[in-house]
């Protein structure tokens, strides 16, 4: 079936190490492909987007990602992680089906500690 | 702007009551959608609208209707509800198209327990 797998429920990392949170698809073609991160008794905010073109994208907060074809994965990094980091990130993608809705992951929930 | 507003923020009910969860958006979005949220299942898509006038079924629409009859209103209802519908639901508006190179932009949620 299709879907979006996002394979680690919960990452935690001191505050200024580096972070990777993986996200992988197992669409037939490239679907759209986003990250959000919802804080603690908030709404989805967006970071960023992948439609076409460069493979690596910058977005809000420092994160950004890398669209990687041959694994399949749209995974988010962050360089230095910073104790507002703490939230949870889901990835989401729009199968590349025309005007179809956002297919959301479970979610990785992000620790930061001191 | 407010942006995207949900009410209420949280609501208990008895099983078998009904209730109205009332989403409204002032960026003259076209798109509105409902999400359930529970713990590990991420979120997931009950009904969604791409126009005024207009509702479609999203993955989960079973025990839930919604109507669209204002552009900047979308409202979800729940006729008889039940212990399974105890969720935090989130209401979201995009402008042009279903998330194609479209943004979502999310409401603050609503917290519902159903006894």
């Known amino acids: 079936a299709q879907s979006v797998t996002q394979p680690d429920i919960h990452i935690t990392v001191s505050e200024g190490a580096s972070l990777e949170l993986r996200c992988n698809y197992s669409?037939?073609?490239?679907?759209?492909l986003f990250w959000y991160v919802q804080s603690p008794g908030q709404g989805l905010q967006l970071l960023l987007k992948?439609?076409?073109?460069?493979?690596l994208v910058q977005g809000i907060k420092g994160f950004e990602a890398e669209f990687k074809r041959s694994q399949s994965s749209f995974n988010l990094r962050k360089p230095s992680v910073h104790w507002s980091d703490a939230a949870e990130y889901f990835c989401?993608?729009?199968?590349?089906?025309?005007?179809?809705?956002?297919?959301f992951g479970k979610g990785t929930r992000l620790s930061v500690i001191a | 702007n407010a942006g995207v507003t949900q009410t209420p923020k949280f609501r208990v009910l008895k099983t078998g009551q009904s209730m109205t969860l009332l989403c409204a958006q002032d960026?003259?979005?076209?798109?509105m959608y409902w999400y359930r949220q529970d713990p590990g299942m991420g979120l997931r898509l009950i009904h969604y609208?791409?126009?005024?006038?207009?509702?479609a079924k999203g993955e989960v629409p079973d025990g839930y209707n919604v109507s669209r009859l204002k552009k900047q209103n979308f409202l979800l209802g729940l006729e008889s509800a039940a212990p399974s519908q105890t969720s935090v639901y989130f209401c979201?508006?995009?402008?042009?198209?279903?998330?194609?190179?479209?943004?979502?932009?999310f409401g603050p949620g609503t917290r519902l327990l159903v006894l």
């Open positions: 979201a508006s995009s402008g042009q198209a279903m998330g194609v190179s479209e943004t979502q932009y």
């Open positions: 669409y037939g073609a490239t679907p759209y």
């Open positions: 992948y439609f076409s073109g460069d493979t």
């Open positions: 989401a993608v729009v199968p590349f089906s025309g005007n179809t809705p956002l297919v």
């Open positions: 960026m003259n979005h076209e798109y």
């Open positions: 609208s791409v126009g005024e006038g207009t509702t």
